[in-house]
């Protein structure tokens, strides 16, 4: 049975940093790459970053308007996978989901529809 269990979301002021976690079981971590989606209130869930696999290209793939800000990691001897999240802003608040996408280059890493196994999130709030 695959289960992914994120954690380390909460509640910052803006300028906060915050690590999410996303601890994976049931699968070899070297077969999969992994998204980072969120979806805030009111709009529609999409992935924000993804971590590709030894089979695939081993790269780190990010949205343009958070380059700089997050940063997508894996473990793979801790079946983990983090998010760094810096300098974190109002609009940055959501619902965070880890999940394992079908390509491993990370293709389509955008779109929820490629990705297969999901964890329920980790809220995250930013507000002053």
């Known amino acids: 049975q695959v289960q992914l269990v994120e954690s380390g979301g909460g509640s910052v002021q803006p300028g906060e940093s915050l690590t999410l976690s996303c601890v994976v079981s049931?699968?070899?971590?070297?077969?999969?790459?992994f998204t980072w989606f969120r979806q805030a209130p009111g709009k529609e869930r999409e992935g924000v970053v993804c971590?590709?696999?030894?089979?695939?290209?081993?790269?780190?793939y990010y949205v343009d308007s958070l380059k700089g800000r997050f940063t997508v990691s894996r473990d793979d001897a801790k079946n983990t996978v983090y998010l760094q999240m810096n300098d974190l802003k109002p609009e940055d608040t959501a619902v965070y989901y880890c999940?394992?996408?079908?390509?491993?280059?990370?293709?389509?890493?955008?779109?929820?529809?490629?990705?297969?196994?999901w964890g329920r999130g980790t809220q995250v709030t930013v507000s002053s």
């Open positions: 999940a394992t996408i079908i390509s491993n280059y990370c293709a389509g890493y955008q779109d929820p529809k490629w990705a297969e196994f």
């Open positions: 049931g699968v070899n971590l070297d077969y999969y790459a």
């Open positions: 971590a590709s696999n030894s089979n695939g290209d081993n790269k780190k």
